[in-house]
Every structure is written in structure tokens, then in C-alpha cells.
Nanobody, 125 residues
Framework: QVQLVESGGGLVQAGGSLRLSCVAS????????MGWFRQAPGKEREFVAC????????YYADSVKGRFTISRDNAKNTVYLQMNSLKREDTAVYYC??????????????????WGQGTQVTVSS
């Protein structure tokens, strides 16, 4: 079992920044690929970013590439999502997730077994 707890969401103006954090417990964090997803009202949950267990490889959805950065601190069992140049269309509940196993880049929602409770990000104009 893996427990994931997100934090850092909030209300921000367009063009602003936020950093989300996700603390994991229950399994050796340094062995886990980690991802961020988001779900806007009335829309399906979508992939945002992924990072391998060592942090050496990252991958982003086209919609956030160049604006968001995923990173991790294995000593703190934490994965981050730095979000810059936020747009109104970034408004969503953001979820941290993990396939629960070592893997390379994983982008499909169905391949993620463990999920956090989500944190709301609202971008105002």
C-alpha cells in the first residue's frame, strides 16, 4: 500500500505560480515512478507530468510543457509540481499518483494504482 497526501493548491491570478507537494508513505519512495494528473469540472482526468524513481527522466503533457516542472526529493519522500505562467485553463483538482512499482515513464491513468485525495488549483483572470 502507498499513501499519498497532496498540498499546496489554492487561488492564484493568471500568470502566477504555485508549487504542489505530495508526500508518500508505505513503500520505498525511491523505487516509485510518480505522476501528476488533473481533473477540471466536467472533464476527464488527464495526465500532467511523470518522473522516474531516480528523477533523471521526466515527461510532460503538451499543454503544460515549458510551464510546469516535476521534481522529487527522495530523502523527503516528496514529489513536487512547480507551476508557472498559470492560465485559467489550468484550473482543476490536481492529483498525485503512482503505479506502485518501478517503471519508466507512465502516462496512462489506468496504469496508476495509488492516488492522493487531490488539491484544488483555481486560476483567476
Amino acid at each position: 500500500q502507498v499513501q499519498l497526501v497532496e498540498s499546496g493548491g489554492g487561488l492564484v491570478q493568471a500568470g502566477g505560480s504555485l508549487r504542489l507537494s505530495c508526500v508518500a508513505s508505505g513503500r520505498t519512495f525511491s523505487s516509485l515512478t510518480m505522476g501528476w494528473f488533473r481533473q477540471a469540472p466536467g472533464k476527464e482526468r488527464e495526465f500532467v507530468a511523470c518522473i522516474t524513481n531516480t528523477g533523471r527522466t521526466t515527461y510532460y503533457a503538451d499543454s503544460v510543457k515549458g510551464r510546469f516542472t516535476i521534481s522529487r526529493d527522495n530523502a523527503k519522500n516528496t514529489v513536487y509540481l512547480q507551476m508557472n505562467s498559470l492560465k485559467r485553463e489550468d484550473t482543476a483538482v490536481y492529483y498525485c499518483a503512482t503505479p506502485g512499482r518501478p517503471a519508466f515513464i507512465v502516462t496512462a491513468l489506468r496504469d496508476y494504482e495509488y492516488w492522493g485525495q487531490g488539491t484544488q488549483v483555481t486560476v483567476s483572470s
